[in-house]
C-alpha cells in the first residue's frame, strides 16, 4: 500500500478545511461531518481557530482507502499566517489546491502557486462552491488556466484524452499511437508536474468528493525513496501537558522509537538524542508506534534541540524560506514584568516560529510579524500558555541592506596565545537570492576543517548592514583565503576573524538600504480610478494602464510596504464597500526615502561594537586594534588580487616539475644500468618493465598479479626534502609528521593506492615498532636498530615480486636500492608535484559540489 502526505491548501474562506472534513467522512475515517462556522471541524480543534473561524496551525488526519493511506495536511489560509503553510510544503508528497467559485483566483492563491511550483509539488485543484448560482465551470476553467497553467485540465471532461495530449509529448504519442493515454503515464506526468488535474464540487454538500478521492487513489505514486533514514521537520510544537513535540516527514528509510538521532543546533555544535515516542496523530487523536516509514508524519518526543527545515539523517536541510515578515513591533509587557523572563519565554515560541526573528536591543523586545491576525494570534498563545497579557507597540517595515560593490573583506584576531584571519570575497547578489556561502580556498592555505567552520560561523549570525544596522541579504561570500596557527589556534578565534572580516568589507564597499515592496491589484468602479492613481502615486508605487472589465477598473502594480498601510480600508470607504486592494509580497527593492529612513535610523556603525569591523594584532607580547580602513598593510596573507597576479609563475613551476617527473622514466633507466654493473643482474625484469607499455605487459603474462598499487615514503626523508615541512618540523616535529600524515590520506583518496608511510624510530630504546591504520594509509613506526630504509628495502622485497611497487625518498642510495627489489623510485621533488596535482583536483571537485 502506497503512504503519501496531501498537504491541503487555499486563499482563506475558500472552504479548505470543510473539505478535508468532507473528504475524511466520506472515507469513513469520522462519523459526524463538522462545520467550521460551527466551530466543530474534526481539524480545527485549538480555541483561537474555533474562535476566528480559520484554520491558524497545520494539522493532520489519516485517512485509508483501499490502495493508499494518505495524510491530510491542513494548513492555515490567510495570507498572515503563510509562514506556517510555507513550513508544512517540505512535508507534502502531493497537494491539493482548494480555488472557491465565488472568489476566483485570489493573490494570495497565486502566492501559493508559486510556492508549489518551487518545491515542485504536483498539485490536484479542486474548485469548490459549485453550488452557488452564478458559478461557470467554463470560466473558472478558464480563470484557472490564465492565472496558473495551460495544463490544468478538467478530468471530468468529455474531451480529458485530447486535453491531456496538449500537456505533455508523452501523452500526445500515446494518443496518437495508441488513440487513448495510459493511467500510468498520466500518473507520471502528474508527479512531474506536467498535468494539473482539476475537479469542480461543493465540499459542503459533499458534490465532487468522491471523484477526487478516486483521482487521489488512482492517479498518484510514490515518490523514489532513498534507503537510509532521512526526514524533514517541518514543525515544533506541544502537546496539552507541555512536552516538546517535533513534527517529521520521512524522505527514507524508517525510524524506530529509542533510536538515536543527530543533528547540528543552531550554535553550531551537534547534538544527538533518543526518539522516546513516535506519535501519528489524526486529529487530537494520536497512536504510538514502534516504527514509521516514509510518507507518514509522526510527532517525535524527546528531541529538544531540532528546529523547522532541518534535515535529519540522509536528509539536507530545506532551503531558505520564501515568505518573509516585513513589520516587526515592540513587545509591551505588563508593568513590572521581567523583560529577560519574559524574553526567555518568547523563544519558545521563536522555536515554533522561527519567522518571530526575537531581538532585544537592551530596551525593548522586538518580534517581526506577517500582519495584524498574526499578531492578534500571537497574543493569544502568549496569554493561554505563559499567563502574560502583552501588546504590541507600533508596527514598522523591517528594512534589510545589501553590499553596493564587489569588495574582499578581511578579519585578523591574534590577542596573546590566539590566532585566525580569514579572507572573504563578497559580492552582489541578484534580488530575492538571499546569502549564499561557499568556498574557493586551498586547502594547502587553510586546513578543510578550519573552512567548514569558517562558513559555519558566516552562517550562523544574522550580519547586519552599516547604514541601519539592518540584516544583510542578497550576497554571495566566498572565503578565498585564510590562516590558522599550529599551537594557538582555537575555534573560537575563526569566529571572531570571520565577523570582522564580513563588516570590514561592508565598511569597505557601502551597503545598499533595501525595503520590502508589494505587487498589488486595485478594483475600483470607474468613477473612482482617478482617484486610484493618484494614491498609487503619493505612494511611491508604480502601475501599469488600467483595464476594465463591466463597470470596474482595474489597476495592476506595485508599491512600497511602507506607504501602503491600510490603504485597504480607504478603498472600502472611498468606494463604498465596491472596491477591493489585495497584496502579495514581490520582495525587496531600493529603498524609496532612503536617506530619510537612514537619518531616523541614527545608527552609528562606530559606535555598534558588537559588530566591529576593526581587527586585532600582536606585537611584543600584547595585542592591538587596526581600524578596519588600515588593515590591508597588516594582514598576513596577500590579497586575492595580489595572489592571483603571483598565479603565472606557479604554473610555470608546476610546468617545470611536471616536466621533470616525466623525465624520471629515463633517470630510471640510467640507476639500472649503474647497479647491474655493480651487483650484477637483478631478479625482476626491469628492462622489460621500463620499456613503453612493459608492466602492462608484464602483468598480462602473470598468472594472478595484485593490480593495486603499492606506494613507500620515507616520511622523515620527505619532511626535510619539502621546503614547507622542514620550516613546519623546526618549530615542531610532531606538527610536521600530522601535516605529512594529513597529505597522504588525501593523496590515497584520490590515487587509491596502498600508501605505507615510514618513520625512524630506530634511535628509541627499547622500541618494538607500531603499524597504525590512520584513517585510509598505513603509518610505520620502525623498531629499536631498524631504519626506515632497511624497513623499506625488506618491504619492496616482499612486494616487489608480483606487485606494483614505487618507493618516494630523496636518498639516492636507497632509490638504487629499491631498484634492485624490484620497485620503481620517485624522487621527493617529482612525488610533490603528484601531491600537488591531487590536492589541486580534491579543490576543483569541492569546488563543483557548492
Not at 276 to 299: C, H, M, N
Request: proline share 4%; with cysteine.
Amino acid at each position: 500500500m502506497k503512504r503519501l502526505v496531501v498537504g491541503m491548501l487555499a486563499h482563506v474562506d475558500s472552504g479548505k478545511t470543510t473539505l478535508t472534513e468532507a473528504l475524511l467522512f466520506t472515507a469513513g475515517e469520522i462519523r459526524k461531518l463538522g462545520r467550521v462556522d460551527h466551530a466543530d471541524a474534526f481539524l480545527d480543534t485549538d480555541e483561537i481557530e474555533r474562535s476566528r473561524g480559520i484554520t491558524v496551525f497545520a494539522k493532520q488526519a489519516v485517512l485509508r482507502l483501499a490502495e493508499a493511506e494518505l495524510t491530510l495536511l491542513d494548513t492555515p489560509g490567510h495570507a498572515d499566517l503563510a509562514s506556517e503553510t510555507e513550513r508544512a510544503l517540505d512535508a507534502l508528497d502531493y497537494a491539493v489546491l482548494v480555488i472557491s467559485a465565488a472568489d476566483g483566483v485570489r493573490g494570495h492563491t497565486e502566492t501559493l502557486w508559486r510556492l508549489l511550483k518551487k518545491h515542485r509539488t504536483p498539485t490536484f485543484i479542486f474548485i469548490n462552491k459549485m453550488d452557488r448560482p452564478d458559478a461557470d465551470a467554463a470560466k473558472l476553467l478558464a480563470l484557472v488556466r490564465e492565472k496558473l497553467s495551460d495544463c490544468c485540465v478538467d478530468f471530468g471532461s468529455a474531451s480529458l484524452a485530447d486535453d491531456l495530449a496538449m500537456c505533455d509529448e508523452t501523452l500526445m504519442e500515446d494518443l496518437l499511437s495508441l488513440g487513448s493515454v495510459p493511467d500510468a503515464d498520466v500518473v507520471t506526468a502528474i508527479a512531474r508536474r506536467r498535468v494539473f488535474p482539476c475537479f469542480f464540487g461543493s465540499a459542503l454538500k459533499l458534490e465532487g468528493i468522491d471523484a477526487l478521492l478516486a483521482a487521489l487513489e488512482k492517479y498518484t505514486r510514490e515518490p523514489p525513496r532513498m534507503e537510509s533514514f532521512g526526514a524533514r521537520v517541518f514543525k515544533i510544537g506541544e502537546d496539552a501537558q507541555g512536552t516538546r513535540l517535533t513534527y517529521l516527514a520521512l524522505t527514507g528509510g524508517s525510524l524506530k522509537v529509542k533510536t538515536a538521532l543527530s543533528g547540528v543546533g543552531q550554535d553550531g555544535e551537534r547534538w544527538t538524542e533518543k526518539a522516546d515516542q513516535l506519535r501519528i496523530y489524526s486529529g487530537t487523536k494520536y497512536a504510538l508506534e514502534e516504527e514509521v516509514f516514509p510518507g507518514q508524519i509522526a510527532a517525535i518526543t524527546g528531541l529538544t534541540k531540532t528546529r523547522p527545515g532541518e534535515g535529519l539523517g540522509v536528509q539536507p536541510p530545506s532551503d531558505a524560506p520564501t515568505l518573509e515578515p516585513v513589520m516587526s513591533c515592540a513587545v509591551l509587557l505588563p508593568e513590572g514584568d521581567d523583560p529577560h523572563a519574559a524574553l526567555a519565554k518568547l523563544r519558545r515560541l521563536e522555536e515554533e516560529e522561527p519567522m518571530l526573528r526575537l531581538t532585544w536591543d537592551g530596551a525593548d523586545i522586538r518580534v517581526s510579524l506577517m500582519g495584524q491576525v498574526q499578531l492578534e494570534v500571537i497574543k493569544a498563545i502568549v496569554k493561554r500558555r505563559f499567563g502574560m497579557d502583552v501588546d504590541f507597540g507600533p508596527a514598522r517595515v523591517v528594512y534589510k541592506e545589501t553590499i553596493a560593490r564587489a569588495v574582499e573583506g578581511v578579519g585578523h584576531y591574534e590577542p596573546l596565545r590566539h590566532y585566525a584571519e580569514v579572507h572573504l570575497r563578497m559580492e552582489p547578489g541578484e534580488r530575492g537570492s538571499g546569502l549564499v556561502f561557499a568556498s574557493d580556498c586551498r586547502t594547502d592555505d587553510l586546513d578543510l576543517n578550519w573552512q567548514r567552520l569558517i562558513l559555519t560561523h558566516l552562517a550562523e549570525k544574522t550580519h547586519v548592514g552599516v547604514l541601519t544596522g539592518a540584516p544583510i541579504t542578497d550576497m554571495k561570500i566566498t572565503l578565498v583565503s585564510g590562516r590558522a596557527h599550529l599551537k594557538h589556534t582555537e575555534g573560537g578565534d575563526f569566529r571572531q576573524a570571520t565577523y570582522r572580516a564580513v563588516r570590514q568589507g561592508l565598511r569597505l564597499a557601502g551597503t545598499v538600504l533595501l525595503e520590502p515592496w508589494y505587487d498589488f491589484t486595485l478594483e475600483v468602479p470607474q468613477g473612482s480610478v482617478g482617484r486610484a492613481m493618484s494614491d498609487i502615486q503619493r505612494m511611491c508605487g508604480r502601475f501599469g494602464a488600467p483595464e476594465t472589465e463591466g463597470e470596474t477598473a482595474v489597476l495592476r502594480g506595485s508599491v512600497p510596504a511602507a506607504t501602503s498601510g491600510d490603504y485597504r480600508r480607504d478603498v472600502l470607504a472611498y468606494t463604498a464597500g465596491r472596491g477591493s486592494f489585495t497584496c502579495v509580497f514581490r520582495g525587496y527593492e531600493p529603498c524609496h526615502n532612503a536617506d530619510e529612513v537612514v537619518a531616523a535610523s541614527g545608527y552609528d556603525p562606530d559606535s555598534d561594537v558588537e559588530n566591529t569591523a576593526d581587527s586585532v594584532f600582536c606585537a611584543h607580547g600584547a595585542g592591538f586594534v587596526v581600524r578596519w580602513d588600515a588593515v590591508y598593510s597588516h594582514m598576513h596573507i596577500p590579497a586575492e588580487k595580489d595572489r592571483k597576479a603571483l598565479e603565472p609563475a606557479a604554473a610555470d613551476l608546476l610546468r617545470d616539475r611536471a616536466a621533470a617527473y616525466c623525465d624520471s622514466l629515463a633517470r630510471d633507466k640510467e640507476l639500472l644500468a649503474i647497479f647491474e654493473r655493480t651487483y650484477g643482474p637483478v631478479k625482476y625484469d626491469l628492462r622489460r618493465a621500463l620499456a613503453p607499455g612493459g608492466e602492462a605487459a608484464m602483468r598480462r603474462a602473470k598468472a594472478a598479479p595484485d593490480l593495486r598499487e603499492y606506494l613507500l615514503v620515507d616520511g622523515y626523508n620527505i619532511i626535510f626534502a619539502w621546503d614547507d615541512l622542514r620550516a613546519l618540523a623546526a618549530d615542531s616535529m610532531e606538527a610536521a609528521r600530522s601535516s605529512l600524515i594529513n597529505l597522504m590520506c588525501n593523496y590515497q583518496g584520490v590515487r587509491r593506492c596502498e600508501l605505507i608511510l615510514v618513520f625512524d624510530a630506530y634511535r628509541v630504546h627499547g622500541g618494538r615498532g607500531s603499524v597504525e591504520r590512520v584513517h585510509n594509509i598505513n603509518v610505520v613506526y620502525t623498531r629499536e636498530a631498524e631504519t626506515a630504509d632497511m624497513y623499506i628495502e625488506k618491504v619492496a622485497h616482499g612486494l616487489g615480486e608480483r606487485r606494483r611497487v614505487r618507493v618516494a625518498t630523496s636518498d639516492g642510495l636507497e632509490q638504487l636500492i629499491v631498484l634492485g627489489q624490484g620497485a620503481r623510485r620517485i624522487s621527493a621533488e617529482a612525488f610533490r608535484a603528484e601531491v600537488d596535482e591531487t590536492m589541486r583536483a580534491i579543490r576543483d571537485y569541492l569546488a563543483k559540489m557548492q
